[in-house]
């Protein structure tokens, strides 16, 4: 019983995940400026084509690509991951 209701919450926080991601996605194509949305690494991989960890942990040491965290979790401003592509 524990391990289905973590099993759900899990699939609740990717479908959380997944909706925030395509909002992002969604202003971002109807808005020129980049959003303050937070997007997981998982996301940003998706984003980038699949670029990664190591690589984004990479540009975060060479001062390029702010990490946030919450709680445990590691999460980047989309603004942050627009304007690092814009400058390659």
């Keep these: ?3 289905d209701i973590i099993e759900k ?29 937070y997007m997981s690494v998982k996301q940003i991989q998706k984003e980038l ?3 990664s960890r190591k ?4 540009w975060h040491k060479q001062g390029k690509l702010k990490k946030n965290y ?7 401003l989309t603004k942050h991951i627009y304007n690092l592509t814009d400058e390659n």
């Excluded at 899990?10 to 959003?35: A, W």
């Excluded at 690589?55 to 990479?58: K, P, R």
């Excluded at 919450?70 to 980047?76: D, F, K, M, P």
Aim: hydrophobic share 30%; no cysteine; net charge positive.
């Design 55 to 58: 690589t984004l942990d990479n």
């Design 9 to 37: 919450f899990e699939q609740i926080q990717q479908g959380i995940e997944d909706v925030n991601f395509r909002l992002s996605r969604l202003e971002t194509k109807t808005n020129s400026k980049p959003t303050n949305r």
């Design 70 to 76: 919450i709680g445990s979790r590691v999460l980047y």
């Design 49 to 51: 084509g699949g670029v």
């Design 1 to 3: 019983m524990k391990f």
